[in-house]
């Protein structure tokens, strides 16, 4: 009976901490539930990022979307709420502090037993996944671009994202959006064709190209413009002019483009890499020499690369450079022993693995 006894005074000094601002004047409340849900918009997209659901561009995106409609809603909600009667509010605080304890006791009686085992972790857990709060975000802002359809800057925020759920179709129609209320761009033409030819599984259909090209005249250099008019030239059959633009845009590259391996792979597989661990400077100067003697030099420096890496291997366009020069040489068993040496030797790094295995891909290196 003491354990219920102490039970029971915690119970009720609880409700009387809760109640007894019912008793006083009212002050100034905070903002309303809105605000809230946008605070808690912006925390979601912070836990996000920190578990890697979403890139670093994306995360900034949706965090200046939030923060926008936080600032409105902000704006717009009442600084205080309606006095209410202080008399009726002191006998609801009563009513509840003597009612409340008896209507629990009679509702677990029949129900509760202290006896009942706990709720697994696991189960708790499992249905509040973090991606469901990117979606439950994505709904959030289309709910908005419902009411505001001009909001040039929702759709320009919400393509991307739509693009990164697999949501292709709906993507093709924010990134059309974007550019009616934001106008025209390279960029913005660019990401257009990149999410028509994901809808179409990877192949850049006739739709897809005319938006790369309305790119390139808009900017030459577009990088992603430029990769994707190579591989529509691979996909018709003309490797060498997919080759030629693909050289073009590593010639303009620069040394830590990101993309840079993405087009070097796609190159070799077109045959344009024949000297792949080789730089231009290298490739021009051997053209002179003896067969034997360029296979030699060849031979040279793909094994002084393999031995670079083995010292310091956290150089993912390195490995990709050693694969793909075994797999030109025909020494595809060479090739997967350095491509499980690379997965070792940046494993720590999640995402230059997520780059290596990428690029493996390419070279029809998986697993």
């Known amino acids: 009976m003491t354990l219920w006894f102490v039970f029971a005074l915690m119970t009720v000094a609880a409700i009387f901490a809760v109640l007894w601002p019912l008793g006083r004047t009212s002050r100034a409340q905070d903002q309303g539930s809105e605000v809230a849900v946008y605070k808690?918009?912006?925390?979601?997209i912070e836990r996000d990022l920190a578990a890697g659901l979403i890139l670093a561009p994306e995360?900034?995106?949706?965090r200046v979307e939030v923060s926008r409609r936080l600032l409105a809603a902000a704006a717009s909600e009442p600084a205080t709420a309606p006095k209410s009667n202080l008399k009726w509010r002191r006998a609801a605080a009563v009513l509840a502090l003597a009612g409340l304890p008896l209507i629990a006791a009679g509702v677990y009686m029949p129900l509760g037993s202290p006896r009942l085992q706990d709720f697994p972790l696991a189960q708790r857990e499992r249905g509040g996944g973090m991606a469901q709060s990117l979606e439950n975000l994505v709904v959030q802002v289309e709910q908005h671009l419902e009411k505001n359809p001009t909001d040039g800057r929702g759709w320009h925020v919400l393509a991307p994202v739509l693009e990164r759920l697999g949501r292709f179709d709906d993507a093709v129609r924010a990134y059309r959006n974007s550019l009616t209320y934001n106008g025209e761009s390279a960029e913005r033409r660019s990401d257009l064709g990149e999410a028509i030819s994901a809808a179409a599984g990877g192949v850049v259909t006739a739709e897809a190209k005319a938006e790369f090209e309305r790119a390139h005249a808009l900017n030459a250099d577009d990088p992603k413009a430029n990769y994707f008019l190579g591989l529509a030239a691979e996909q018709d059959g003309r490797k060498d002019d997919a080759a030629n633009i693909w050289r073009a845009l590593l010639a303009k590259a620069p040394a830590d483009a990101p993309w840079r391996a993405l087009v070097q792979s796609s190159l070799a597989r077109v045959g344009g890499g024949t000297l792949p661990a080789l730089s231009d400077e290298t490739i021009a100067a051997s053209k002179d020499m003896a067969e034997g003697d360029r296979n030699a030099m060849v031979r040279g420096m793909v094994d002084r690369l393999a031995t670079r890496l083995k010292q310091n291997g956290d150089d993912v366009e390195g490995w990709l450079r050693l694969v793909r020069a075994y797999l030109v040489m025909g020494e595809r068993d060479k090739?997967?022993?350095?491509s499980a040496d690379a997965r070792q030797a940046v494993a720590s790094n999640a995402?230059?693995?997520?780059?290596?295995?990428?690029?493996?891909k390419t070279l029809g290196i998986g697993g």
Do not use: I
């Not at 995402?351 to 493996?360: I, K, S, T, V």
């Open 40 to 44: 808690d918009q912006l925390a979601e």
């Open 59 to 62: 995360a900034e995106a949706a």
């Open 335 to 338: 090739a997967m022993g350095a």
């Open 351 to 360: 995402e230059r693995l997520r780059q290596l295995n990428e690029g493996l």
